[in-house]
């Protein structure tokens, strides 16, 4: 009987739980940050926004890199940008 009842206690146990958190879409970012676009290459990056802060070298088949910016990370598959993102930055609500 104590076997039983510890074996449920147990099981019961591994439930988790997880907290979801929703951002509303106009608290997501600055959305006025000019950021690279699909399609640019990195000569073209780095002529309108300067040498990234760091970066990642290229990775995989295809070649996947990023520049980081202060306010946006930018990815590219070879030399072409395929996306660019904005860093999220904490604000005191």
Known sequence: MNALLMALLLSLS???YAEEIR????????????KPQMGQSKADVE???GEPKDWTDAK???PISSWQYENFVVYFESDVVIHSVLVHKRTKD
């Open 14 to 16: 591994t439930f988790g």
């Open 23 to 34: 951002i509303p879409l106009g608290k997501q970012g600055d959305t006025s940050i000019e």
């Open 47 to 49: 002529a309108q926004f």
């Open 60 to 62: 995989g088949q295809p």
